[in-house]
């Protein structure tokens, strides 16, 4: 399915709809690009996600890390800190986890009962990668949302997918760098950490260094650099150094990684 389609979709669903978008979505539908399968099976996710609490977001991030930042002092100079991590203790639903387990379980019984082996393998194999791809779609199109919940809800789904394209690195990598929610920016960190063998996501990560003020966010790159032995880390976290009124923690957290990477 096209972007643009995905996208009509997500504003039928959520509710963000007028004439002329109904107008587009029934032209869609009458010329076959949208089947109504298709809507069907977006309605069904949709209602699963709004139904469905996740997990709150897991310990990816390290241990020494949360250890150091449990450790730090919580007086009202430094109240910020609670307040940006609030939106960590709301559920984030994770859309389609049912959904697609629900549709592996028909494609199971009915390859089981009316197809040969074969031809039941080749059925799964077809469904798993629409479901990947229903999936992916999702993440790229919550990404893009308004709402920093929606954009942490793609955030779990995308640590959920079997398999992770480029695409989606690319957009993870966007919000680690753009997005105005340092949650948001936390959480795609801790999403793309699994990847940093890639070199396309490796190289990310040490770019971000240069684009993040939050000293939470130089924190966890500066010690993730350390973990991943990256060497081509250290400039930028010496240009990090050099920043005017650099938060105290960031700086000696900073100064410990350059130590053992040089």
Same mark, same amino acid.
């Given at each position: ?9 997500? #504003? ?17 539908? @009458? ?9 069907? #099976? ?15 977001? $897991? ?11 449990? $450790? ?27 959904? &697609? &387990? ?25 469904? $798993? ?24 809800? @793609? ?17 993870? *990598? ?11 920016? *936390?959480? @795609? ?6 990847? @940093? ?35 081509? &880390?250290? #400039? ?20 410990? $990684?350059?130590?053992? *990477?040089?």
């Amino acid at each position: 399915m096209k972007e643009q389609h995905t996208l009509l979709i997500m #504003d039928y669903l959520e509710g963000r709809w007028d004439d002329q978008k109904e107008a587009q979505l029934q032209q869609l539908l @009458a010329s076959g690009e949208i089947s109504q399968e298709e809507l069907a #099976d977006w309605q069904m996710l949709y209602q699963e996600s709004r139904q469905l609490p996740t997990p709150a977001p $897991s310990g990816k991030l390290r241990e020494n890390f949360y250890t150091m930042l449990g $450790s730090w002092d919580q007086s009202p100079s430094l109240s910020w800190w609670q307040r940006i991590l609030q939106p960590f203790n709301t559920s984030i639903r994770v859309s389609q986890l049912v959904t &697609a &387990a629900l549709l592996l379980f028909i494609g199971i019984a009915v390859g089981f009962w009316l197809s040969p082996t074969q031809r039941y393998e080749s059925q799964i194999g077809q469904l $798993s990668s629409e479901v990947q791809q229903m999936r992916e779609a999702m993440v790229l199109t919550l990404l893009e949302q308004p709402s920093a919940m929606q954009r942490l809800k @793609a955030v779990s789904i995308s640590t959920d997918l079997s398999s992770s394209t480029e695409k989606i690195h690319h957009a993870l *990598l966007r919000n680690l760098n753009e997005d105005p929610q340092v949650n948001v920016r *936390l959480a @795609a960190l801790e999403a793309l950490l699994p990847y @940093a063998h890639d070199s396309l996501v490796r190289q990310g990560l040490v770019q971000s260094i240069a684009q993040q003020n939050d000293p939470l966010m130089q924190i966890a790159l500066a010690q993730i650099m350390v973990e991943l032995q990256e060497k081509q &880390a250290v #400039d930028p976290l010496l240009d990090l150094l050099k920043k005017e009124n650099l938060n105290q923690d960031a700086q000696q957290t900073i100064e410990q $990684s350059l130590e053992i *990477l040089i």
